[in-house]
């Protein structure tokens, strides 16, 4: 986590970052002229898979030739901060706001309910309350989830079948409402094979070593989902899993990078360019948000950390059909 945080924890990454246009005479105003989009964008805190997604988005809209300002928020963890940085995008009149979480989205929409509002790195759309229905969302919303509905069974049967996992330990913030929706999807699946949770709540990131020291001696295994406050520091889940030889599956790509054992995932690069295609047809005036159905990931895939697997003692099998990450 970064130091030196303003009021209500925000840091502002303000700038003018203006994509080239590829005079094509789509950017236009009602009068026809040449329009530079201004983009609020919030996001809850600063780690690579939510920073992939909104270098996706960007991409998308720059493919599209779109010439747009973003001006960037981010609340470092903070709800509070998250719902200023809503007010504050409302106020300054933003012509699209990309809610890149779901604090971030649901702030959003507590705040305007007319700015076009497009999202992702959200795992429950309908639970979190974001959109009537994935294929209808209706109203000033819509966007790209962060969860494949095999993801976690896939997961769930490689602990069991491939590593013998019965216990497994999950490190989650509570408070949100993205990992409470997986956490208790887990433990549904997990009733009918013979394995059970150990949970492990955290506040801040600050809490997430300790808790999951909590675990050693409980579990037999981990498993880190997409939450922002753990992942944010996952450095330090990764130091007590090798330590104590856990194989550790994780919720997305850049944990496995970052020390994970292995993830079934898709790369948050690619919801935030198809979450980015649909800000481009709101822009463009050729669609509303409430009219564009929530996707999920397209790609789903499996990618293992070679260095974990040695350090725990895991020799990788060729039938795992693993792709490395790099």
């Known amino acids: 986590m970064k130091s030196g945080l303003k009021k209500f924890g925000v840091v502002l990454l303000s700038s003018a970052l203006l994509l080239g246009a590829c005079g094509d005479g789509e950017k236009t105003n009602s009068s026809g002229e040449d329009k530079t989009f201004k983009i609020g964008v919030t996001q809850i805190v600063e780690h690579p898979s939510l920073n992939a997604a909104y270098d996706g988005f960007k991409k998308a809209l720059e493919d599209a030739g779109i010439e747009a300002e973003y001006d960037v928020q981010i609340a470092q963890g903070d709800a509070s901060a998250s719902k200023t940085i809503a007010a504050n995008l409302v106020s300054s009149k ?106 492990a709540s955290v506040a801040t990131s600050a809490d997430v070593k300790q808790a999951t020291e909590s675990l050693i001696g409980k579990v037999d295994s981990l498993y880190i989902i997409t939450d922002n406050t753990v992942v944010s520091a996952l450095e330090s889940v990764v ?86 990450s790099k």
């Open 94 to 199: 933003v012509d699209l706001i990309f809610a890149n979480s779901t604090p971030s989205a649901q702030s959003a929409l507590s705040e305007t309910t007319e700015i076009p509002i497009v999202f992702t790195s959200v795992t429950d759309a309908v639970g979190a309350e974001l959109v009537e229905s994935m294929e209808k969302p209706g109203g000033n919303v819509t966007g790209t989830i962060d969860s494949h509905p095999d993801a976690i069974s896939n997961t769930m049967k490689f602990l069991k079948e491939e590593l013998g996992a019965k216990k497994v330990g999950m490190v989650f913030n509570s408070g949100e409402q993205n990992s409470r929706s997986q956490v208790d999807a887990v433990k549904a699946m997990l009733k009918d094979m013979d394995m059970t949770v150990v949970e």
């Open 239 to 324: 130091a007590v899993a090798n330590e104590n030889k856990l194989p550790m599956m994780v919720g997305e790509f850049d944990s496995v990078k970052r020390g994970g054992l292995a993830a079934y995932g898709f790369e948050y690069y690619d919801i935030g360019y198809e979450a980015g295609q649909k800000a481009v047809k709101i822009l463009k005036g050729e669609s509303k948000p409430g009219d564009l159905p929530v996707d999920i990931p397209q790609k789903l895939k499996f990618i293992m950390n070679k260095d974990t697997a040695s350090t725990i003692g895991l020799e990788i099998k060729d039938e795992w059909k693993a792709e490395f």
